[in-house]
Structure formats: C-alpha cells, structure tokens
C-alpha cells in the first residue's frame, strides 16, 4: 500500500484516539523518504533566489516528467508537511531550504536527503540570528555536506564564499556563473526592452541562446543554477533554453504588472534586506523611456539592531540616483532625512499608511509611469497598490498580520 498520510493519520486517530505526534509524523515522513525509490531529490538554498531557482528548475524539469516543487514556506515544519503530501512515482522532487538559524539544513536534510543540492548565494539575511555573515555561510554549507558522494554540488562561482563551499563537498562539485572559470557560464547579459532577461549560456563545447520572463540581471544566478542541475541531469542546453520562454516571474519578485491606462508597476515586495536593495532599485533603469520613475520604499528588513535607523538615507540616495521620485512609506520613513530642495519639488514624498499610498498614486499617476514597490511583504503589503488595478482589492488594513504574501492571500480580494 502507498504511503499515504490520510491513512496514517486516520489509523492513528483509531488506534490511540488522537491526532499523530510531531515525533510519530517525523517517522511517517522517514519512512515515506525511504520508499521514494529511483525519486531525485534536489535542495536549494542561498541567502537569495531560492524560490526563483526552484520554480525555474521545476519548470523545466516537469516539461517531460513528473516533478513536485515545494517554495515559499521553507522552514523545517513546512518542509516536512511538503515531505508527506509527496505522490508516489515521480522523478523529481524540489525543496527550497530556509536555512534561517544554526542547525536549519541539517535538520531539513535529515528528511529530503538530496541527491542533488543548488548554493545561490550569502548575504546577510536573518543576520539577527547568526553571529556575522561568517556564520550564515558556515550554514549554507551545511547543504553541501549533506549531498551524497554520488550527487551533484553546484555552487555560485561569482559569490566567494558560495564557492568557498567545495572543500566541505563529498561530491563532485560543478559552478556556475559568470566568471570564465565557470562550468556554466552567461555571457551576452541584457534585458530586453520587454523585460526580458537574454544571454547566452555555454558549457564546453554547447551553447544555447535563452530568453527568460525575469526583469533584472541579478536573476542570472538562480537561473543559472536551475540550468546546470537540469543540463547534468540530461537536458539539453537547446531544450532548456527553448522550455524556458514560458517561464513567468514568481509574483512579488521583481514581477512586472503593467496595465493600460496606468502606471507599470514591478513588485519587489517579498522582503527587503539592505545589502541587496541596490539589486532590485536598479530594475527601475531598464525604463528609461517612462515619462516617471517612481520608487515607493517600505521597510528595510532582515538588518542588524544597528541598522534600523542608519539604512534609510543611504537607501534614499539610490533610489534618488534612479527614479524621479521617491516615496517613502511606514514609520520609519523619516529617517531617510531628504533636503528640503527635494521636499519642495516634490521628489521625495512620505505616506504613513497603505490607504494613503493608494490614493497618493491614484490621484499624481501618469499612464505609462513605471512605480517599483519594494517592500517587506509580512510587514507593509505594497503589492495591495498593485493587486488593486487589476483585480479589486477588499483588504486595506494597515495592520495585517497575516504572514502570507498579498498575492497568494485568499482575503484579498473582494468575493474571494
């Protein structure tokens, strides 16, 4: 009989009159790990572009083969209720890994036990929680241990302490990047005046042209990434660059939301950890046509204690550098500090509330205006102002406490 976890669950419920414990669904998940079979397991994790890297390789492994994919929620208790609903019979399942405090990815891989695992990069997301950046790739690198002898390492070749990682591999090791020393290198890097991230990707004596649904050449990693598992795992370069036309961007990263008659909005509303805040205010440029650009910036989150307040103003400088104006949203905003020529002229603007903010755009909009929202999506829900063009949106409290970004929140919308 398959491994299924409403039986296990119902028995269970017969046999003792309650509901499995965490320690009994831990060894329901073990088992069912074990009866997995010929099933390819792939762990991804990275300080950034895990969801990108995993819907990416899941998009283009499943065009023939049965692949499951589980994102978004990738703390441990998530991974495992992923690990339970698995079917029987597929070749390929994809986790994405947190990896948000010390002893995260052993525990993870304790169940997924991959065969084949994806560094992205390190950076200093959930710094709070580690003792320096030192410390955060010291647990990415957990992921490489864990992979078996005979898998597959790949690591970032740009980011040096993603490479770093090899010493710590049982496996053979293959990079990506845009170094020449890459296994897989891009080359040709632009984006398209449609959005659209084009390069060239080469391995030994292949090359393929690709043209992906991503706005903004930073997604060169977890693209890359994706393309080197699928290639390894006997894809050709040809058919991943063909499959990968039909990728469309995860909502809430860098996703474009254009609308005839309004502003085009791109959403980078997931979170917003100052280190790579530059990364996502630069997709504003590839509009350099828009009669505005304008930068709506939330929280900067995932910082240390000591950047709570100092992060605004250089964060105001940048988006200053990109966009004709900018405007600043929550509490925190006044520490960014503008001159008051900025003030006047009115390219810098602050809102304290999400309802302000949707009726400061409505009111001063230009169609055609290109308005990046980047935001920490747990704390401020800028993509409401987005949602809200298109789709008619019921929530405007600007207290949400709900977890979930607004794009897959089923409170969102009106005669939801």
Known sequence: MALDYKWFKLKTLLKSGKRPSSEE???????????????????????????????????????????????????????????????KNIKYAVFEISGDKQGAIDAACRYIQPQLGIVTVVASDHITNFHGIGEIAREKGCLVSNIPPDGRVFLNADDPRVLD????????VVT?????????????????????????????????QFDVGLL??????????????????????????????????????????????????????????FETLNLALQTISNFPQAPRRTIVLGTVSDKSKKGIFTHYKPAYKLARELADRVIFFGDKA??????????????????????????????????????LLKGSAHIDHLERVAIDYDKKVACWNNNCRMKTECFRCDQILLNS
């Open 25 to 87: 669904m831990e060894k329901f998940v073990l088992l069912k790990r074990s009866k997995m079979g010929p099933t390819k397991f792939v762990g991804i994790t990275g300080s950034g572009g895990k969801t990108t890297t995993a819907r990416f390789i899941h998009h283009l492994l499943s065009e023939k083969d049965k692949c499951a994919l589980s994102v978004f929620d990738n703390a441990f208790l998530s991974i495992i209720g992923g690990m339970r609903k698995l079917e």
């Open 165 to 172: 990682m090899r010493s710590r591999s049982r496996a053979k």
């Open 176 to 208: 990506y990047g845009r170094s020449e020393e890459s296994d897989y290198r891009a080359t040709d890097l632009i984006i398209s005046s449609a959005g659209r991230l084009q390069f060239k990707c080469h391995h030994g004596e292949e090359s393929a």
């Open 216 to 273: 903004g050449i930073h997604f060169i990693t977890p693209v890359l990434g994706a393309i080197s598992c699928a290639h390894q795992l006997g894809i050709s370069l040809s058919s991943l660059a063909q499959r990968g036309k039909t990728f469309t961007q995860t909502e809430g990263r860098c996703s474009l939301h254009p609308n005839p008659n309004a502003p085009i909005f791109i959403c980078d509303t997931t979170k917003a950890p």
């Open 334 to 371: 006044s520490h960014a500090r503008p001159g008051d020529e900025d003030l006047i002229a009115g390219r810098a603007q602050f809102v304290s509330n999400i309802v302000e903010l949707r009726d400061l755009i409505r009111q001063t909009m230009i169609p055609g205006e290109v308005i």
